[in-house]
């Protein structure tokens, strides 16, 4: 019962609309597009005789005559498992979505499975053709996206999720590094003696390089390192290796709630207690670290600013591109066996 | 550093990549849109070129051409918190997408505040007015959608994650009462003597009625009823309510996976064990549903064949709406207690 607008073949005006409402055309405008204040009981009676003949205007008529579409797009590439299995990934495309309803842009979203670099671009190019005003890029770390080949398609783009890109451009980030030293100084002024690292992560990566700074600084045991996928299982195989171990580091600092996630699981399947045989401690503060048990203590990302941050970039560039860092906060919780 | 494309003011058009590529300008369009094979090595040279001079093919004057801008839109509405915080609806969102790019479209997404029909019928005409193929809505069952006034816009639409709709249409819903029923016998034929049930309900929802009817036929206890808010935060309520009951249930059915993550959390803050004090059993087979902990015997619904359904509904409209139902499988962990 898809039943199209319009009556017989002749497709419906403004004018038609204005008629049926005993308005002017210019109020059918002002109702739809704002422009002029409409008193409210004419606009109801545009709305309706827009419902009852089945108007739309025309945007793609209109998108060429004012040469912006007021779209966005939200570009994500999916790693090892569906993008939004990562519960921050999520609350970012949510974020992003709110951000651009609230200045009168519509959002594309796609997110491309795996594959390289030459398919995020492929996907650029594809927004570009339909005359986005601009695109947010979430893309992995591995991804190495080039500026000058971003800049080449010729749409604005602002990367997030990102420290800042070699190439330069335009780029959000958390401090990952900042963060990072403030849950691995509350490990340590709680007396852990022995902190192991749980991720995927180089070792110039911000979160690992804090945590063997903040250890070798204390005199800590940095140990050991579980290099294991960015992924809830991921984490659950740290977890199972570290309940193996004849001397488990007494704490663990975790890269993401989502591989922290697994953590808890896996330890939980061991029969090893969180805080009282291994304290957790992880990274991104999102929803479900508040009800995962015990709680997660995590830094937190202030993902509503940074996603308002990337659209506005975008709505109204800088003269100048930079990156910009935002800062994080700490939230403690059960898991690290230091709330008390 | 937002460069835009094309060379001084001029536009770049589909004859100057052809030069620039040494092809025809068919070639350039068969490389960009299909229509007729194309060389590797060609098509690599057309891409270069297209990047290299900034080409954006002008999709609004191509939709104007055409009729349709091969884009579809995922409409959702948030209810007591964010959409995204609830697992499933994060997938379907995912699925959908994956749906709507392997056809060739591209996807809108958005969604509304809190907000009631007359909210949600504006975004269904900004959508409209933006020219799409067709809107999956994702509507919650508070909203009662009119399919007459839905109609009215003039874009194909089909609802999701739905009973069918009092005034026909095209809907798409999983078996909700048959989910149930499977999961509740599963509890009955363990021996629960005693079963409550959590969520924010109205008696004639399916869940809610198979739990009923389920208990009735078994002479099993169908209480206490938990009228919880449909969020983490109200399962957490509902598990510190049970906790506090002198004479707790054995066992509880959950109505989404959202909602029974919180009850684990709270059933753990109390030191009620699951499922040796109480066990559990949810409804989605979400992601999250697989590491919690224990691990959550749960309902699954077939979220990327629904999602597919519905994207197919919009590109090829079937002769007659209809409701399509879609079988559900229950999926034993450890919560319920009887997975060994």
Redesign the interface.
């Known amino acids: 019962?898809?039943?199209?607008?319009?009556r017989g073949g002749r497709s419906v005006t403004r004018r038609d609309v204005a008629e049926r409402a005993g308005v002017s055309a210019a109020v059918v405008s002002y109702t739809?597009n704002g422009g002029a204040p409409v008193a409210p009981e004419t606009a109801q009676r545009v709305l309706k005789a827009?419902?009852?003949l089945?108007?739309?205007?025309?945007?793609?008529?209109r998108?060429?005559r004012s040469g912006s579409?007021r779209?966005l797009a939200f570009l994500t590439v999916d790693a090892d498992?569906?993008?939004?299995?990562n519960p921050i990934f999520?609350?970012y495309?949510?974020a992003v979505?709110?951000a651009a309803?609230s200045r009168g842009y519509?959002?594309?979203?796609?997110?491309t499975p795996g594959g390289g670099r030459a398919r995020t671009?492929q996907e650029l190019?594809?927004?570009?053709?339909?005359?986005v005003d601009?695109v947010v890029l979430l893309a992995s770390s591995e991804q190495q996206l080039d500026?000058a080949?971003l800049?080449?398609?010729?749409?604005?783009?602002v990367l997030v999720n990102t420290e800042e890109a070699p190439g330069?451009?335009?780029s959000i980030g958390a401090d990952l590094f900042g963060g990072a030293t403030v849950a691995m100084g509350h490990l340590v002024e709680h007396g852990y003696s022995s902190i192991g690292f749980v991720g995927d992560a180089p070792r110039s990566e911000p979160r690992r390089r804090a945590w063997r700074e903040v250890c070798a600084e204390h005199g800590v045991e940095a140990s050991p390192l579980f290099d294991v996928d960015f992924t809830?299982e991921g984490g659950?195989q740290a977890a199972l290796e570290l309940a193996d171990l004849s001397s488990p580091p007494r704490a663990v600092f975790v890269v993401s709630d989502r591989t922290a996630?697994?953590v808890?699981?896996g330890l939980?399947e061991c029969g090893v207690r969180v805080p009282e045989d291994v304290a957790v401690i992880s990274f991104d503060g999102s929803?479900?670290s508040?009800?995962?048990?015990?709680?997660l203590t995590s830094v937190r990302q202030p993902i509503e600013e940074m996603a308002a941050a990337a659209v506005d970039r975008l709505i109204s560039?800088p003269e100048?591109?930079s990156h910009q860092v935002f800062p994080v906060e700490l939230i403690v919780r059960e898991s690290c066996g230091a709330h008390a």
Do not use: C, K
């Open positions: 019962m898809v039943r199209q607008g319009g739809l827009v419902a009852e089945g108007y739309r205007p025309n945007q793609a008529a998108a060429l579409t779209t498992d569906a993008i939004f299995t999520a609350e495309v949510h979505q709110r309803a519509a959002l594309y979203t796609a997110s671009m190019r594809e927004f570009a053709s339909r005359q601009g500026p080949e800049d080449a398609v010729g749409v604005p783009w330069g451009g335009n809830r659950r996630l697994g808890l699981r939980h929803w479900e508040a009800y995962a048990w015990p709680g560039p100048e591109a």
